[in-house]
């Protein structure tokens, strides 16, 4: 780590037209170039394809980024491909933010200028945070492939078996001299009728 300011590279994707056809990315991209630490910012039609990957990588090594923020989906979906892009250009995966424009956008403003200043604002927090990410390392922990179950309820009894069933010992632990919590103590149960004990 150097005490020398990130340089961050912004990547604006259109989903085709799945954010571009109600933000304007061009604008976006113009605004995020203007952002703090802020050394590229490029638009792209799908960012996630090999070529928006590779669009990434060679910014990297030729510009030297530090930091990469990419405005496209949901992270659920391509965080783990954009770390990846990181990692093989020799970044720690850490330094990268996404900004959602796209679910947190796109499908769900429609007015297209009120979409493009969320989209900015989304990307200026990005950006700022980034700022501050910290490199990660994985490393692996030995723990003890067992489970603590409070309250021998019918949900504590069934997760307790679930667990069991999945292979892992179970602690059940009852404050009451008896399990089944409320269950235990009615007779037929709405609507199915059946004895509930
Ligand atoms: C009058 C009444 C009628 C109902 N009728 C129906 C019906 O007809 N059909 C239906 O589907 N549902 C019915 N319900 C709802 C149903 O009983 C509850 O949804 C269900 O029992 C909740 O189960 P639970 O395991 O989440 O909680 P609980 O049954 O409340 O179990 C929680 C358990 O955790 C234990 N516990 C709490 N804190 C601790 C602690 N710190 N350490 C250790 N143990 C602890 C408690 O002693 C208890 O045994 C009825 C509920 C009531 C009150």
């Given at each position: 780590m150097t005490n020398e300011a990130p340089r961050i590279g912004v990547y604006i994707c259109h989903c085709g037209l799945n954010i571009a056809a109600t933000v304007n990315v061009d604008e976006v991209v113009r605004y995020a170039s203007t952002l703090p630490n802020v050394v590229v910012a490029r638009p792209h039609?799908?960012?996630?394809s090999e070529s928006g990957q590779e669009m990434i990588r060679q910014d990297i090594r030729e510009l030297g980024l530090t930091r990469v923020v990419v405005a496209s989906c949901s992270p659920r979906m391509h965080e783990p491909t954009f770390q990846n892009v990181l990692a093989s250009a020799g970044l720690n995966p850490y330094y990268f933010q996404m900004a959602?424009?796209?679910?947190?956008?796109s499908w769900v403003v429609e007015d297209s200028v009120a979409a493009t200043e969320k989209a900015k604002r989304l990307v200026r927090a990005a950006v700022a945070r980034v700022n501050f990410h910290e490199p990660l390392f994985p490393r692996q922990e030995s723990v003890t492939p067992a489970a603590l179950v409070v309250g021998g309820g019918i949900a504590g009894i069934q997760a307790a078996l679930t667990i069991a069933e999945a292979g892992y010992q179970v602690y059940l632990v009852e404050r009451?001299?008896?399990?089944?919590?409320?269950?235990?103590?009615?007779?037929k149960t709405f609507p199915t009728l059946d004895c509930s004990t």
């Open positions: 039609k799908y960012t996630c959602n424009i796209r679910e947190h956008v009451q001299p008896s399990i089944g919590g409320h269950m235990a103590q009615l007779d």
